[in-house]
């Protein structure tokens, strides 16, 4: 037995700007009730043929909104290590807030190779 309604799996291997469109960024997703494959999420109608990685958090924030009820299971990490040496607490929220102070990549012309 499924235990989630739905599946999203991303390929997120986006080394540009937040606002690059780029072939790699790839979105699935599968319904547990469903014999299908998973199928490949296109994203939102633009200018631009490929998701950018503001796209995906835009959609992915939009998901959890619409399906609140669902919850979100997530497999984004870091080791403990990684905690520890930095002396943040174990949680997401102090994680994301730590990261985002140090790899500022959500910034527009901001490319990861430059941080």
């Known amino acids: 037995m499924p235990q989630f309604k739905r599946y999203i799996g991303i390929?997120?291997?986006g080394a540009e700007t937040p606002t690059s469109s780029l072939s790699s960024l790839r979105v699935h997703e599968a319904e547990a009730?469903?014999?299908r494959l998973p199928i490949e999420v296109p994203p939102a109608p633009s200018p631009r043929k490929y998701w950018t990685r503001r796209g995906i958090a835009e959609w992915l924030r939009e998901q959890m909104l619409t399906s609140a009820d669902d919850g979100i299971d997530?497999?984004?990490l870091f080791p403990v290590h990684y905690f520890e040496m930095h002396g943040l607490p174990l949680?997401?929220?102090?994680?994301?807030e730590d990261f985002r102070?140090?790899?500022p990549t959500h910034e527009d012309h901001?490319?990861?190779d430059f941080i």
């Open 11 to 13: 390929d997120y291997s």
């Open 33 to 35: 009730d469903s014999r």
């Open 74 to 76: 997530h497999a984004f």
């Open 91 to 96: 949680d997401w929220r102090s994680f994301l």
């Open 101 to 103: 102070k140090h790899w």
């Open 110 to 112: 901001t490319y990861v």
